[in-house]
């Protein structure tokens, strides 16, 4: 068990709906980051945020915002849900920003569009 | 885009240690080495990193080679439970940001 929790484990929705997932990191991490993984592809890094401030984006849609509060928990909002956007979310924290700080994996929410 | 290459598939008898390569030949001198696996659609897991030094943990170790330009994951005696996906990372970070960014990684069949 990382100690990172994401909910809902599974989410079925209809293309343009709207969802939110949610991540709590483990306990003291600072920062949190969201990854995308399609079927049968690879890990693609959304956004990375330290102790509520957003601090890197990578190839994340503008239809999908995130946000970290103060208690350090985070959500990820898809919206104007399209088929393509069915993928496994992960989210990963570590205890501080920077290249000495393991990242530790949540299991993830597997989204299904219909 | 991700700073490392990896084979993209290996095999490993089971008991055997098994030795997965990367290639990270553009890496700075402040980025670490980061090694993480991903078992089926579970999130991926951290297995260990390293600057510059030789490391070991309970689950593996990490032989970086002199010119840090390539290292080495040993898993020293891989059981069936070690058939995965092993991503090879350098973090990449700016004065504020960090990305961490997933090459397609190795995977690694073990076989009875």
């Known amino acids: 068990d990382s100690g990172v929790t994401q909910t809902p484990k599974h989410l079925i929705t209809a293309t343009g709906q709207r969802v939110t997932l949610r991540c709590s990191p483990r306990?003291?991490?600072?920062?949190v980051y969201w990854y995308q993984q399609s079927l049968d592809q690879g890990l693609q890094f959304l956004i990375h945020?330290?102790?509520?401030?957003?601090?890197a984006k990578g190839n994340i849609l503008e239809r999908f915002s995130a946000q970290q509060f103060p208690d350090l928990h985070s959500e990820l909002n898809l919206s104007s849900l399209e088929l393509g956007d069915s993928a496994l979310y992960f989210c990963?924290?570590?205890?501080?920003?920077?290249?000495?700080?393991?990242?530790?994996f949540g299991n993830g929410t597997r989204l299904t569009v219909t | 885009d991700a700073k490392t290459t990896q084979p993209p598939s290996m095999d490993c008898a089971e008991g055997r240690a098994a030795n997965l390569p990367c290639n990270h030949s553009?890496?700075?001198?402040?980025?670490?080495v980061y090694w993480y696996r991903q078992i089926h659609s579970q999130g991926p897991q951290y297995i260990i990193h390293?600057?510059?030094n030789n490391e070991t943990n309970e689950m593996a170790s990490l032989i970086i080679t002199e010119d840090r330009k390539s290292s080495t994951l040993i898993l020293p005696h891989a059981t069936l439970r070690d058939t995965a996906v092993y991503y090879c990372?350098?973090?990449?970070?700016?004065?504020?940001?960090?990305?961490?960014?997933f090459g397609p990684g190795t995977s690694l069949s073990v076989i009875p």
């Open positions: 990963a924290s570590s205890a501080r920003q920077g290249l000495n700080s393991p990242l530790h």
């Open positions: 306990s003291g991490d600072l920062s």
């Open positions: 945020y330290y102790n509520g401030e957003e601090r």
């Open positions: 553009t890496i700075s001198g402040n980025e670490y």
């Open positions: 390293g600057l510059k």
């Open positions: 990372i350098v973090r990449v970070a700016g004065t504020s940001y960090d990305k961490v960014i």
